[in-house]
């Protein structure tokens, strides 16, 4: 990833989404807990509950969608 200079992925199961892999997914997940990066399966660490907008979705409906899932941003 910093390779890449990439801070998060999407992890697709075929064509569907499964989640993201973040920076902080490594950082906390699997640095902090002293697992293997190079043998963990990206499955295990990643984080799955993921809330999801369309393009055609407004701001104020995006934004809800945030607050309920309990999303806090400044």
Do not use: C, K, Q
Not at 34 to 50: K, N, R, S, Y
Not at 56 to 71: F, H, K, P, T, V
């Amino acid at each position: 990833m910093a390779d890449h200079n990439v801070g998060i992925v999407i992890v697709l199961d075929r064509d569907r989404l499964a989640g993201i892999f973040s920076e902080r997914d490594v950082v906390r997940r699997v640095l902090h807990r002293g697992l293997d990066p190079e043998t963990l399966p990206v499955g295990e660490v990643m984080t799955a509950d993921i809330v999801t907008a369309d393009a055609e979705m407004d701001y104020e409906s995006a934004m809800s969608a945030m607050d309920e899932a309990g999303i806090i941003f400044w």
